[in-house]
């Protein structure tokens, strides 16, 4: 697949790593000199740095957005992202555009556009991953058309669990149909794994139905 991806942060840049170690071709537009000379080394497959603003079609062209297959904006500005999306859909008819959402707010905005999107959590390149292993953009899909949304927990102090010690993830009770998918810390964001460890003052992001979101913060309020 061809992909063009505008904003070369954190999100971007390990979309991109995981998009060519899969052997796909990348184009990314990142306004910002330096992070470009950053990205440009490195990344390693067949990608290509645009030094612009994802926005103007100028830069989109210069990417090579006729031939994309998927389009993917990642930048941290919501406007932004929008913007660059329906240029993407609308000029270019780039059948498929991804958006990071920052402010859950305008998710319904983006979906009433017809543009797939993902909550703010950093967590589109771990999504994406996972699809571009399926080759299908499946999972975006379920996520934003049906009825599973993210949504993200604070942990609190716990009573049942040392505080200092924090708690696994694996062993927290959650409901049936629902998943901690990665966990928010003042300095990172991480898929879960199997040793992953929530401390209070994390924030869980978890996959569920709409009608389990009580469920799943009562959850953690029991801890």
Do not use: W
Not at 63 to 80: P, W
Not at 108 to 135: C, K, N, P
Not at 149 to 176: F, K, S
């Amino acid at each position: 697949m061809y992909i063009v991806i505008t904003g070369g942060g954190k999100v971007g840049e390990y979309l991109a790593t995981i998009l060519l170690k899969n052997g796909n071709e990348v184009a990314l537009i990142e306004r910002d000199s330096d992070a470009a000379d950053r990205l440009s080394m490195v990344l390693q497959g067949r990608y290509l740095i645009i030094r612009g603003d994802g926005c103007d079609s100028k830069y989109q062209e210069d990417a090579g957005i006729r031939k994309a297959d998927v389009f993917v904006a990642a930048t941290g500005q919501d406007d932004n992202n929008l913007v660059s999306c329906e240029i993407a859909s609308r000029v270019y008819n780039v059948k498929r555009c991804i958006a990071r959402v920052n402010a859950p707010k305008n998710l319904r905005i983006f979906r009433a556009l017809g543009i797939e999107s993902v909550s703010s959590t950093e967590m589109i390149a771990g999504y994406i991953e996972q699809e571009t292993l399926r080759e299908s953009v499946s999972i975006v899909s379920a996520l934003t058309h049906g009825n599973v949304v993210l949504t993200e927990v604070p942990v609190p102090n716990m009573q049942h669990h040392d505080n200092d010690e924090g708690v696994r993830a694996y062993d927290i009770p959650m409901p049936e149909s629902t998943l901690i998918v990665a966990v928010s810390t003042k300095d990172d964001v991480e898929v879960v794994g199997e040793d992953t460890i929530l401390y209070p003052g994390d924030a869980a992001v978890v996959a569920a139905d709409r009608d389990q979101v009580s469920d799943v913060r009562e959850v953690f309020l029991g801890l």
